[in-house]
């Protein structure tokens, strides 16, 4: 359920630029969660990776999307954190997390979207 909730959670932040575009008074909202962004991001990059291990004993195909989408959510909202306290040491680490961030970027917000209803489905 905790999972659920943090997809839900990373994927409304994710796609909040298409969410505002079609709902523009749900920007005050979703503005309440970006504080949270680099957590929600930094958690779902964890849980993605503990869910590779799972997915070694359990293989799906609909595991493996979640996983995908998951880290790449993760990775674009932890971004910030990331390059502040771990790929800052490393000027080298730090251009290549720079050049995944704006290879994947662009999957930001279908992601975003495909991650909350993947939250959505998966507390029933």
């Known amino acids: 359920m905790l999972g659920a909730i943090i997809a839900i959670l990373g994927g409304l932040i994710a796609a909040s630029p298409l969410i505002i575009t079609k709902k523009p008074n749900a920007k005050e909202l979703l503005d309440k969660l970006v504080p949270f962004q680099?957590?929600?991001?930094?958690?779902?990059?964890?849980?993605?990776?503990l869910g590779v291990i799972g997915l070694l004993s359990h293989f799906?195909?609909?595991?493996?999307?979640?996983?995908?989408v998951e880290f790449i959510v993760g990775f674009l909202l932890a971004y910030?954190?990331?390059?502040?306290?771990?790929?800052?040491?490393?000027?080298?680490?730090?251009e290549q997390g720079q050049t995944l961030r704006l290879k994947i970027a662009k999957y930001q917000i279908p992601a975003g979207a495909i991650l909350?209803?993947?939250?959505?489905?998966?507390?029933?």
């Open 60 to 68: 799906s195909i609909i595991a493996l999307a979640v996983i995908v």
């Open 80 to 94: 910030g954190l990331l390059s502040k306290y771990v790929l800052s040491k490393n000027e080298t680490a730090k």
């Open 116 to 124: 909350a209803i993947l939250g959505i489905l998966s507390i029933f």
């Open 38 to 49: 680099g957590g929600i991001g930094a958690v779902l990059l964890i849980w993605s990776v």
